[in-house]
């Protein structure tokens, strides 16, 4: 299904671009775009990850510099019978994380600064976990691609914008309908079932279900207060993160916490995580303040 709906979103970038091509070049500019479509396509395919932690700034850890983070994911990853994935972290106040690469052997996970100095070990494992839930999924392809495709179209704003003194009616209604568009792609190819799938998975690899839950009732609400300036460059790229966080409605591909939360806690008191044990005392740190996470990367 994944695979589809990529197809899906490179056919319709190819012929955006083409139309674009012949309303400015006629049948030549077509051509030309058409030929520099499928170049996109494919670069963006086998770079699309490293375009988003390009665009995040992210800092490539290991088990040296951060070594209790690291192992943290090292061990999900174990449990979750996965690849071991490359582990980032992005200098931002915003809490909040996100996973990408295109496959369980290329993949990444990524938590901000934010976010390891607000949670506690366990809340980090649920986030880190759900993560890697994405990844055992196989959501980050379509997730990364939509990111970076959405990115691209709203550079044909700018480049329809850049032959204003000529077309200026192309350009004028490229500007308008461009950020609906580019909606309309983050939409058609994001179910808002993935994140329930990948809160499910995150119970199942950690075993913690009300520590996820935790987690999300923390960061949601300090997420819509905090800027992200990935974000705000470009809208679509939320439906990468975890909480989506201050995005402009139009893109939203998240659920509801609340709804999340309250599948978790279900899940803990019917022992549907797989491996959580139902012991009392998680049950107790449900929503309870800690102090500062010991996963602190700026200790």
Same mark, same amino acid.
């Given at each position: 299904?994944?695979?589809?709906?990529?197809?899906?979103?490179?056919?319709?970038?190819?012929?955006?671009?083409?139309?674009?091509?012949?309303?400015?070049?006629?049948?030549?500019?077509?051509?030309?775009?058409?030929?520099?479509?499928?170049?996109?396509?494919?670069?963006?395919?086998?770079?699309?990850?490293?375009?988003?932690?390009?665009?995040?700034?992210?800092?490539?850890?290991?088990?040296?510099?951060?070594?209790?983070?690291?192992?943290?994911?090292?061990?999900?990853?174990?449990?979750?019978?996965?690849?071991?994935?490359?582990?980032?972290?992005?200098?931002? !106040?915003?809490?909040?994380?996100? /996973?990408?690469? @295109?496959?369980? $052997?290329?993949? +990444?996970? =990524? *938590?901000?600064?934010?976010?390891?100095?607000?949670?506690?070990?366990?809340?980090?494992?649920?986030?880190?976990?759900?993560?890697?839930?994405?990844?055992?999924?196989?959501?980050?392809?379509?997730?990364?691609?939509?990111?970076?495709?959405?990115?691209?179209?709203?550079?044909?704003?700018?480049?329809?914008?850049?032959?204003?003194?000529?077309?200026?009616?192309?350009?004028?209604?490229?500007?308008?309908?461009?950020?609906?568009?580019? !909606?309309?792609?983050?939409?058609? /190819?994001?179910? @808002?079932?993935? $994140?329930?799938? +990948?809160? =499910? *998975?995150?119970?199942?690899?950690?075993?913690?279900?009300?520590?996820?839950?935790?987690?999300?009732?923390?960061?949601?609400?300090?997420?819509?207060?905090?800027?992200?300036?990935?974000?705000?460059?470009?809208?679509?790229?939320?439906?990468?993160?975890?909480?989506?966080?201050?995005?402009?409605?139009?893109?939203?591909?998240?659920?509801?916490?609340?709804?999340?939360?309250?599948?978790?806690?279900?899940?803990?008191?019917?022992?549907?995580?797989?491996?959580?044990?139902?012991?009392?005392?998680?049950?107790?740190?449900m929503g309870r303040l800690r102090k500062p996470s010991a996963l602190d990367p700026t200790r």
């Amino acid at each position: 299904m994944n695979f589809m709906k990529t197809t899906m979103l490179l056919a319709a970038l190819t012929a955006l671009f083409m139309a674009l091509g012949y309303s400015l070049g006629g049948s030549g500019g077509a051509i030309i775009a058409l030929i520099v479509a499928a170049g996109m396509n494919l670069f963006t395919y086998w770079n699309a990850d490293k375009i988003v932690l390009k665009m995040h700034n992210a800092v490539e850890v290991d088990a040296s510099s951060h070594p209790e983070f690291y192992q943290m994911v090292r061990n999900l990853a174990q449990r979750a019978e996965l690849p071991m994935p490359k582990v980032y972290i992005v200098d931002q !106040a915003q809490p909040n994380a996100f /996973a990408t690469g @295109r496959d369980p $052997e290329h993949s +990444a996970v =990524a *938590a901000t600064t934010g976010l390891l100095q607000m949670l506690s070990h366990d809340e980090i494992e649920g986030v880190m976990a759900h993560e890697l839930g994405h990844v055992k999924n196989r959501d980050t392809l379509i997730m990364t691609m939509v990111a970076t495709i959405a990115g691209a179209v709203s550079m044909l704003a700018n480049f329809g914008m850049f032959f204003r003194d000529r077309n200026a009616g192309i350009a004028g209604l490229m500007a308008v309908l461009i950020a609906p568009f580019a !909606a309309m792609i983050v939409q058609m /190819a994001i179910s @808002r079932t993935r $994140e329930f799938g +990948a809160d =499910a *998975a995150a119970a199942r690899i950690s075993g913690k279900p009300l520590s996820l839950a935790s987690a999300l009732g923390k960061i949601s609400g300090v997420a819509a207060r905090t800027p992200n300036p990935v974000a705000e460059r470009n809208p679509a790229a939320s439906q990468l993160y975890i909480v989506p966080g201050g995005v402009r409605q139009m893109f939203s591909t998240h659920p509801a916490t609340e709804d999340r939360i309250a599948a978790l806690e279900a899940m803990a008191q019917g022992g549907g995580s797989g491996g959580w044990s139902g012991r009392p005392d998680e049950i107790g740190d449900m929503g309870r303040l800690r102090k500062p996470s010991a996963l602190d990367p700026t200790r």
